[in-house]
């Protein structure tokens, strides 16, 4: 009798191709299940949630302020196996500590990138990273619509309308920023930016479109924080971004399927981020390159032909 219960134990229920099918059904069931909550527009975003986002913020101002100014200036720097991997031309991305971090009713996700620009100089990265109003395009389709209101030396002010595609909503998110620059030294920057306003954007591209109230909505991201440094050295320039996002929560028993599905999400935005970046630098870099060699073609012409014209206007008898 115990032979035939263990047996019985032993031996599947189902078939292999009935577990395949009951798992993808599962799933199937439990992503129905999130795009429900996620997409649902009766989200909030409570003062226990924003006073645990400004903590976590206030954190990371207090670190930056202590390592700005200290050696190494790169995070970067503390592996020599991902400074040769940017060498080589990846852009390497990973989580940042604890991710997601949760927090009463929220979820703080904290990403880290990197990537190295060969020729580049700081100024063109600085140019590039500053120009609002281009970054419609630098990063479309993800930014449809950009603008700056205010720049001075350190200071700007600029807002973005970001489209969301994913698979399980797909709505706008009009935000204002501002960023703060910091000279380090000739060679070192770092800026902190974060938003002042987010407002999300339902029905995006429909008659009825229309702009949701602040702190409602879906709660896909509530607040968005970022740090950047920027270093010229070994004949070019290194760029690492932190970004931080604040999202509503996940109920408990979707985790396990969401998790990986943030992660996944939150990387591959990381690398396309730095890729456009570093896209839109190497091309001004070639092309002030090449107005210099046609400038200087240019005079090289002038110069050569400058005797002839001489004579034939008869300053040179």
């Excluded at 703080?108 to 120009?131: E, M, N, Q, T, Y």
Aim: with cysteine.
């Amino acid at each position: 009798m115990r032979l035939d219960t263990q047996r019985a134990f032993a031996s599947p229920v189902l078939s292999k191709p009935e577990r395949r099918r009951f798992v993808r059904a599962f799933l199937a069931a439990a992503l129905l299940i999130l795009a429900a909550s996620l997409t649902s527009k009766g989200a909030e975003l409570g003062p226990d949630t924003l006073k645990a986002w400004d903590a976590y913020v206030q954190t990371q101002n207090a670190r930056v302020a202590e390592y700005s100014n200290a050696a190494p200036f790169l995070l970067s720097d503390h592996s020599p196996d991902q400074l040769r991997r940017l060498h080589k031309g990846e852009a390497v991305v990973a989580p940042f500590g604890e991710n997601p971090h949760r927090v009463p009713h929220g979820l703080i996700h904290h990403w880290i990138g990197a990537v190295f620009l060969p020729g580049a100089r700081l100024d063109d990265v600085l140019s590039i990273v500053r120009d609002y109003d281009k970054y419609k395009d630098i990063y479309a389709p993800n930014v449809v619509k950009s603008q700056v209101f205010r720049q001075t030396d350190t200071e700007d002010t600029f807002s973005l309308r970001m489209l969301n595609k994913g698979a399980v909503a797909k709505f706008a998110l009009d935000t204002e920023f501002q960023d703060t620059f910091r000279r380090i030294d000739e060679n070192k920057w770092y800026s902190i930016c974060y938003t002042t306003r987010v407002r999300e954007v339902e029905n995006y591209g429909l008659p009825d479109e229309y702009e949701a109230s602040a702190n409602t909505g879906r709660g896909l991201i509530w607040r968005l924080y970022s740090i950047s440094r920027f270093e010229q050295r070994d004949g070019g320039v290194y760029v690492e971004l932190e970004a931080v996002a604040l999202s509503r929560d996940v109920p408990g028993a979707l985790r396990w399927v969401v998790d990986p599905i943030i992660r996944r999400t939150s990387r591959s935005s990381m690398q396309v981020s730095l890729q456009k970046t570093e896209g839109a630098v190497l091309e001004t870099s070639r092309a002030a390159k090449d107005n210099e060699k046609d400038n200087t073609a240019a005079k090289s012409a002038f110069l050569n032909n400058l005797p002839a014209a001489r004579v034939q206007t008869g300053l040179i008898p």
